[in-house]
């Protein structure tokens, strides 16, 4: 158990006083590294490629910065020059005030250049680097094994694309604004000195205090702000999966224990927001009093040298200006060390992703599968598992004969799922080939590879958009009479029709309007519009009754009329149309032929098969294990 | 720990005043911490005030160093000291009284926040299924992150910084006409441009921010969607399209972002230009007036100083107006789900289920869902079921299975007819006490990311080890959980362990089974379960079967078979009813459907064709 869930877990629950100490509401978020290091060379190296072909613009930001804290150091002096040479004692000189202005009028126009070319470029740099990061991420993750994909939640690659790829924009806006901070800091500093060394001296005393203070203040505040930071998103977790999971917390009526779960961690949040604000806020009258120190100093000693005749007023009035400027830039470049910290911490998680090995590929001279190749498809002694040292697959040797459909049988887990996946190139096999049309997958370009076969999941996944876009998915150009003689096919165009906008109705989130079977037969529908060579079928009726099952089988048979099919399915109904069977048991090949032969050879099918059951999910899992065929049902 | 403050006071806050505007809504919350609301007022006007006497100080200050040139005796230098002494004091007051301002008010901020967030935590949880059949999710958690930011943002940078700028640009001005009326006028010329500019910028920063959020809403639906059906868009060759869908939406919103940031930096750069050029004009006027004898040089740093405080204050009011214009909006986005009515709660008058002979019962029960009233779902259900019976439910995809599984817990009402328990319709009993009574397995589970123990004990936390083991044991998973290296304590769901469907839907059975319901509705949950499996959990559930009553709806007729009665559903209509036996005998579309699924299809489809 984490020591959020220990938290709430030994709350009281007024319901009835007991404690629900197995209640959680969304407390089981795996918080990610806030911080990383201040710099780290090889994210640096990393993201520099983005910025890279806008380097010209970041100089020219740069350049900027330094222009801009140029002008903002130069306008107190000149105030300074205008009080002592212009107006200041008896040799007061109005020419010099009129140059003063002039020079005044100058450079605010230059620091108006200045920091329009600044903001300007960095900000679009900033946003084309932000939409190229997520473009090439999203682009990778589209190229990425599906090993590393079945490995990952889509929330976690999410937070990369959207979270961590903002943090970037903000580094980049942040570094340019630092190296601006710093230069005005050394900046006032150097005039400070150079305008009078020994009240500068006296005056700049207070800043190793403020550094003190803040050194001391910050590993404090940091945590403090790290949990407030967690505390909210823990309860913002909570509320994203009690709205994701609204119909399962209303169906077992435990709205009222987790709205007390919820009450608890909200107002815990509060406490650390509280806590996080007061540690904020503390820093707000150490860094005025030091000003006034600053400023009580100057006034004191700066008097008292103005009479000694040392210092002229304009020096002092100049002092003033530049004290109540330059807690700025410490007060900014602490707040920047934290965003560093924050932005390396996203690109090293985002170079995580970025440098995931692209294991399935298209070679360079990667042929293209023609539409009027064969459809043809062989596996050569394949051998596969998803952790090399595992197979799922030994072995394996079939073909399927252009034109002919092939059953794959097996009980659940045997790999007849994992079989599908190595046709269409999803893993790459550990030895052996598949082939298909003749070329081994891994000579063909992936593309023409989805062009050519068509497949059919078990889970239906539909996309936001009209029923119409969702079944010419893979062929866009698709007629409209296309699309409703594939609905037709599968037996869907009737519910279609009843649909309030029909074809065009809108689908709601993952088509939740529409009942699971109903999704189903749309998605089959999308297969047959594909208009592939190949169709691939992973027990794709498992949700819909026999009766509708059986109307897309005979749809079927006229679809695959010429086309080549691989069917996993387990009504033996189904099965025995096939032109052939191959039965699959732990990843080995255990027999194929046709029903009749299988019938003939004697072996696990035709066991199963005079056990009368209907389909192959309903035999016991003994009589599977049971080789020597003595199980009588 | 914390003890929770009282959340009931906090619901209340959050619902006074329904239906009003959202401001005024707000501005009430606030009102209803009212030590922290005085405090914070009565600090700002005093940190305002403080910080208009600086520039004076500083001013003063000047002078009598000047003055200490002519007349260097001992008073004067006394007189600079006193002032170098207020100075000093009048920052440490003002850092204090900032402090306490901005920490009440942003204290303030989140007690309303957190009034807010159990207010809509509440709301989300209470609102029926037909709402969240409508609304998108995604758009439900921005609401309850960005807009309840939004509106508890509301008292530090629109409310208190409302008084904060008046004050400080009001006196401000006050002062600096006191002191010389002509420079003053030079001085705060730039203010009414710089106000007008920053507002309207805001404004349309923020317009603009609304459009942005809604194209990068396409662009997230866009990569959420690619990420979930990875599989699908790699079987159909998907790329390109993929990318094609992901650029547009990508360019729509840079191309908008790019506009943002032209926006920002014109007004940005425009506020200081003529910040600094009303600076300059200061100086040279001022200067001159100096020269005439007509303004000291103190007085003249006086102004350059105020200018430099007020600076901030003038650029912010158009933070301020920012601040309103997205209160009002967030707060009415938030504000009308809380005011949303929940279309199913108890009845004023519902009575407690009470359970007798355990009866369910259907009664020419019609249904439509809300958003397509013209289109019934069900069209006279009725049938009846008591304690011990099983009904088995079997019909084509979007007849109405689920729907009408729905009804039972009403997760929605009937548009006609009734459905009742030992005779109470379901209407007029306590809403908890039906959905404890009545439970569903869900064709689609949801697992809540935690241990697998807590997702089975999910409906009755208080359930002892035994119990979860026994109900894990009935769903043929305590085998596989007690191999797992966590056992119960393994985390499943989004972010845990990933379960096949087979075992989510086992698990989904274990924890619909520790509600110990007395209406146990299956609606397609053993379609990833293999038969034998199947065939245990429901010998190992036979006992409890005597206490309840069991609806099964199914496609493999195996699951079906021992049913006392099997309904056969098409259309919203039963147009078969009867047992098993009885239904092969009628030789209707039970018995074909079950030819079907127990003899080669070419013979059934040859007997079903001479049949015609
Ligand atoms: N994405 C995956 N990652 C790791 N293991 C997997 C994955 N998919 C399937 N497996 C494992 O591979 C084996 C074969 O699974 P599968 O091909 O789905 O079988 P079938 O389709 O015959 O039920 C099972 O042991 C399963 O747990
Ligand atoms: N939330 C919903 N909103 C509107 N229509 C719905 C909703 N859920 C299902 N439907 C429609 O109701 C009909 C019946 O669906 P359902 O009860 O899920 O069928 P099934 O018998 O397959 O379980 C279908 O036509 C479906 O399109
Ligand atoms: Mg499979
Ligand atoms: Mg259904």
Request: charged letters at 20%.
């Amino acid at each position: 158990m984490s020591g959020a869930e220990m938290e709430t877990a030994t709350n009281d629950v007024r319901d009835d006083g007991r404690r629900p100490f197995r209640a959680v509401v969304g407390s089981h978020r795996v918080e990610e590294e806030m911080f990383g290091r201040v710099f780290d060379g090889k994210v640096v190296g990393r993201i520099w490629k983005f910025v890279e072909p806008y380097k010209s613009r970041v100089w020219l930001a740069c350049a900027a910065v330094l222009t801009f804290t140029a002008m903002q150091l130069l306008i107190p002096l000149i105030i300074r020059y205008a009080i002592d040479s212009g107006l200041a004692g008896e040799d007061a000189n109005p020419g010099a005030l009129v140059w003063c202005a002039l020079a005044f009028g100058a450079a605010v126009l230059v620091n108006f250049g200045a920091s329009w070319v600044q903001e300007m470029s960095v900000g679009r740099v900033a946003e084309n680097v932000l939409f190229d990061i997520r473009r090439a991420m999203f682009e990778h993750l589209q190229r990425i094994s599906l090993k590393f994909m079945d490995k990952t939640e889509v929330g976690r690659l999410m937070s990369r694309l959207q979270g961590d790829v903002n943090s970037m924009q903000e580094f980049l806006e942040t570094c340019v604004l630092s190296i601006g901070d710093i230069v005005l800091l050394f900046g006032i500093v150097a005039v400070m000195l150079w305008l009078d060394a020994p009240l500068a001296l006296m005056v700049l005393g207070v800043i190793p205090t403020l550094f003190l203070v803040r050194i001391v203040w910050l590993p404090r505040a940091r945590a403090a702000f790290t949990a407030a930071h967690e505390a909210n998103s823990r309860v913002n977790g909570a509320l994203a999966e009690a709205i994701h999971g609204v119909r399962a917390v209303q169906g077992m009526e435990r709205e009222r224990v987790n709205f007390d779960l919820y009450t608890t961690m909200a107002y815990d949040t509060l406490q650390a927001h509280l806590r996080a604000s007061r540690y904020a806020q503390i820093m707000v009258p150490i860094v005025d009093t030091l000003t006034g120190i600053a400023m009580a100093v100057t006034v004191v000693v700066g008097g008292s040298m103005v009479l000694g005749q040392t210092l002229d007023v304009g020096v002092m009035v100049a002092f003033i200006f530049y004290i109540q400027r330059f807690f700025d830039p410490i007060r900014s470049l602490t707040m920047q060390y934290s965003v560093m910290q924050r932005a390396m911490a996203s690109g090293q998680r985002l170079t995580e992703v970025l440098d995931v090995e692209l294991d399935v590929t298209d070679k360079p001279d990667a042929l293209e599968l023609t539409h009027d190749m064969d459809g043809r498809v062989e596996f050569d002694h394949v051998t596969f598992g998803y952790d090399p040292d595992k197979p799922v697959l030994t072995d394996i040797s079939f073909k399927v004969n252009p034109g002919e459909t092939v059953a794959l049988v097996g009980p659940t887990g045997s790999g007849k799922s994992s079989a599908m996946a190595l046709i269409h190139r999803f893993y790459d096999v550990d030895e052996g080939a598949v082939r298909v049309g003749g070329q081994d997958v891994r000579d063909v370009t992936q593309e023409s590879l989805g062009r050519e076969i068509a497949m059919v999941l078990q889970e239906p996944f539909l996309f936001t958009g009209s029923v119409l876009e969702n079944i010419r998915y893979r062929k866009t150009e698709a007629s409209f009479e296309e699309v409703v003689a594939a609905a037709t096919a599968v037996g869907a165009h009737d519910f279609i029709e009843a649909l309030p906008q029909g074809y065009e109705t809108q689908l709601g989130e993952r088509g939740g309007n529409l009942s699971l079977g109903q999704r189903q037969l749309i998605s089959f529908a999308r297969a047959l519009v594909a208009d592939a060579r190949i169709l691939v079928l992973d027990e794709a009726t498992a949700n819909i009754d026999s009766y509708t099952e059986m109307q897309i089988q005979k749809a079927l048979q006229t679809v695959l009329e010429g086309r080549t099919g691989l069917v996993i399915a387990h009504r033996l109904a189904t099965i025995r149309g096939a032109d052939r069977i191959a039965v699959l048991q732990e990843g080995r090949l255990v027999e194929t032929g046709t029903h009749g032969e299988l019938m003939e050879h004697g072996g696990l099918y035709s066991r199963l098969y005079n056990m009368n059951y209907a389909s192959f999910d309903d035999v016991p899992q003994d009589a599977i294990q049971d080789d020597e065929g003595s199980f009588r049902s | 720990m914390t003890a929770p403050s009282d959340p009931e006071a906090a619901l209340r806050s959050a619902h006074r005043e329904a239906g009003q505007g959202p401001i005024r809504r707000i501005t009430r919350m606030t009102l209803d911490h009212p030590l922290l609301f005085t405090i914070s007022v009565v600090s700002t006007l005093i940190a305002a005030g403080l910080q208009l006497t600086i520039p004076l100080l500083l001013g003063r200050a000047v002078d009598q160093t000047q003055g200490l040139l002519e007349r260097p005796d001992e008073t004067a230098q006394g007189a600079l000291l006193l002032t170098a002494l207020t100075l000093l004091v009048v920052s440490i007051l003002r850092g204090v009284f900032t402090m306490a301002q901005n920490y009440t008010a942003e204290n303030l901020g989140h007690r309303v926040g957190y009034a807010l967030r159990l207010a809509v935590y509440d709301k989300t949880q209470r609102l029926s299924f037909s709402f969240h059949d409508k609304s998108h999710s995604g758009d439900l958690v921005t609401l309850g992150i960005l807009d309840l930011e939004g509106v508890r943002m509301y008292f530090s940078t629109a409310f208190i910084r409302t008084i904060l700028l008046t004050v400080l640009i009001g006196v401000g001005a006050a002062v600096m006409v006191s002191i010389d009326p002509v420079l003053a006028l030079v001085a705060l010329c730039f203010a009414p441009f710089v106000a007008w500019r920053s507002s309207a910028t805001q404004l349309r920063m923020r317009a603009t921010w609304l459009e942005l959020q809604d194209r990068l809403a396409v662009l997230t639906r866009v990569m959420e969607e690619n990420l979930g059906g990875i599989r699908v868009v790699r079987a159909f060759a998907g790329f390109r399209h993929e990318m094609f869908k992901f650029d547009r939406a990508s360019a729509r919103a840079m191309q908008l972002a790019f506009h943002r940031v032209a926006l920002r930096v014109r007004n940005s750069s425009a506020m200081t230009l003529s910040f600094f050029a009303a600076m300059g004009l200061v100086l040279w006027v001022g200067g001159g007036k100096v020269i005439a004898g007509s303004l000291t040089v103190g007085e003249l740093t006086t102004f350059l100083t105020f200018m430099t405080i007020l600076q901030m204050p003038v650029r912010q009011l158009g933070l301020m107006v920012n601040a309103f214009a997205r209160a009002g909006t967030c707060g009415r986005r938030v504000f009308d789900l809380l005011d949303r009515e929940v279309e199913i709660e108890d009845a004023p008058d519902a009575k407690p289920l009470e359970i007798g002979a355990g009866t369910l019962r259907f009664e020419d029960v019609h249904f439509a869902y809300p958003d397509a009233p013209e289109s019934p779902i069900l069209n006279g259900v009725s049938f009846e079921a008591t304690r011990g019976e099983t009904v088995g439910i079997v019909g084509p995809p979007g007849s109405g299975k689920s729907t009408l599984s729905h009804l039972i817990p009403r997760f929605y009402d009937v548009t006609d007819g009734t459905i009742s328990i030992d005779g109470q319709d379901i209407r007029n009993v306590r809403l908890d006490d039906l959905r404890r009574a009545a439970a569903v397995v869900q064709q689609d589970s949801f697992l809540f990311t935690t241990t697998l123990e807590n997702n089975i004990a999910y409906a009755d936390p208080w359930a002892t080890d035994t119990r979860i083991a026994g109900a894990a044991g009935s769903a043929q998973l305590h085998d596989y959980i007690i191999g797992l290296p966590e056992q119960y304590g393994t985390v499943v769901g989004e972010r845990g362990v990933s379960l096949s469907g087979g075992q989510r839907q086992r698990l989904s059975i274990a924890r619909t089974v520790m509600q110990r319901p007395n209406v146990l509705v299956f609606d397609d949950s053993t379609a990833a379960i293999d038969a034998a499996t199947e065939a245990r959990i429901r010998a190992a559930m036979e006992e409890e079967a005597d206490s309840r009553v069991t609806l099964i709806v199914a496609h493999r007729l195996a699951s079906l078979m021992h049913a006392d009665r099997i309904l056969f559903l098409d259309k919203g209509r039963v147009v078969e009813e009867g047992t098993h036996d009885e239904l092969l005998a009628k030789g209707g579309r039970y018995a074909a459907l079950h030819a079907l699924q127990t003899r080669p299809e070419d013979d059934v489809i040859a007997e079903m064709e001479d049949a015609r």
